[in-house]
Nanobody
Framework: QVQLVESGGGLVQAGGSLRLSCAAS????????MGWFRQAPGKEREFVSA????????YYVDSVKGRFTISRDNVKNTVFLQMNSLKPEDTAVYYC??????????????WGQGTQVTVSS
């Protein structure tokens, strides 16, 4: 079992920045590929970014490329999502997720409770 707890969400003006964190506990964090997803009101959950267990590979959805950066600290058991140049359409609940095995994962086994990000225009 892996427990994931997101933090760092909040209200920010368009053009601003936020850094989300996802702290993991339980089994060996460094063996898990990690992902960030988001879900806006009335919309389906969508993939945002993923990072391999060693941090050597990353993926981003096109809409955030060049603005968001995913990273991880396997000593602190934490994955980060640095979000710059935020837009109102980035408003959503952001979730982190974990999955062992091949990268990128086709599905994730463990999910956090989410953190709200609201970008005002």
């Amino acid at each position: 079992q892996v427990q994931l707890v997101e933090s760092g969400g909040g209200l920010v003006q368009a053009g601003g920045s936020l850094r989300l964190s996802c702290a993991a506990s339980g089994r060996t964090f460094s063996s898990y590929n990690m992902g960030w997803f988001r879900q806006a009101p009335g919309k389906e959950r969508e993939f945002v970014s993923a990072i391999s267990w060693r941090g050597s590979r990353t993926y981003y959805v096109d809409s955030v490329k060049g603005r968001f950066t995913i990273s991880r600290d396997n000593v602190k058991n934490t994955v980060f999502l640095q979000m710059n140049s935020l837009k109102p359409e980035d408003t959503a609940v952001y979730y982190c997720a974990a999955k062992e095995g091949r990268f990128p994962p086709s599905e994730y086994d463990y999910w956090g409770q989410g953190t709200q990000v609201t970008v005002s225009s």
